[in-house]
């Protein structure tokens, strides 16, 4: 069984919808919590990082994290054409967080249609 | 603009070559990953380094070799090109704060013949 688990998709939604896109885990020593986005043929980039649970909000993208149930989520708020990416959530268990070794999970497609 | 770059972004190579990727950073950060990404498997750790004369394996580090004479660069050496290797490799860079991101470049695409 893999530390990280996420449904590949794709997922499929008309532009202005809510996207909810989901990880869950094994590994109770994670304790940095991140989502990147991965446009085709790019390198991924950071969108949200949360540490420990709770939620955070950054504009149109909101980052859950529920420790006790080991689930973390990623909603997007009035989905743009602009969205459709993969979005691979990403965990730490170090001490240096973000900065350390990343075990990701195997990414979501998402497809924002017009 | 730091930033940080790959070459080459597409290879192909027969099996039992030595092939070298390079990865250089002008952040100036001390910790340096190389990952490899296939479909069903995500991104998975290769090796990475802290800091200059620092080297470790990571998750699937077998067939790969890596050292760190300077803080700017990183190549990948795969010692005897295997088809099993035909990936998308990426390579990232961070500050080393818990909170910082890293920084990924936009892969090399290489394929093993």
């Known amino acids: 069984q893999k530390e990280v688990e996420q449904d590949p998709g794709p997922l499929s939604v008309p532009e202005g919808a809510i996207v909810s896109l989901n990880c869950t885990y094994s590994n109770s020593a994670f304790q940095y919590f991140m989502w990147y986005r991965q446009y085709s043929r790019k390198g991924p980039e950071l969108l949200m990082y949360?540490?420990?649970?709770g939620n955070k909000e950054d504009g149109r993208f909101t980052a859950q994290v529920d420790k006790s149930s080991k689930y973390i989520s990623l909603f997007i708020r009035d989905s743009q054409p602009s969205d459709s990416a993969t979005y691979l959530c990403a965990m730490s268990s170090s001490r240096t967080g973000t900065a350390s070794k990343l075990t990701f999970g195997t990414g979501t497609r998402l497809q924002v249609t017009l | 603009d730091a930033e940080i770059t790959q070459s080459p972004r597409h290879k192909i190579t027969e099996t039992g070559r030595q092939v070298t990727l390079a990865c250089h950073q002008t952040?100036?950060?001390?910790?340096m990953f190389w990952y490899r990404q296939d479909l069903g498997h995500g991104l998975r750790l290769i090796h990475y380094s802290y800091g200059v004369h620092d080297t470790n394996k990571g998750e699937v580090s077998d067939g790969y070799s890596v050292s760190r004479s300077n803080t700017e660069d990183l190549p990948l050496t795969l010692e005897s090109a295997a088809s099993s290797q035909t990936s998308v490799y990426f390579c990232a860079s961070s500050a080393g704060r818990p909170d910082q991101p890293q920084h990924f470049g936009d892969g090399t695409r290489l394929s093993i013949l």
């Open positions: 949360t540490y420990s649970s």
């Open positions: 952040w100036n950060h001390n910790n």
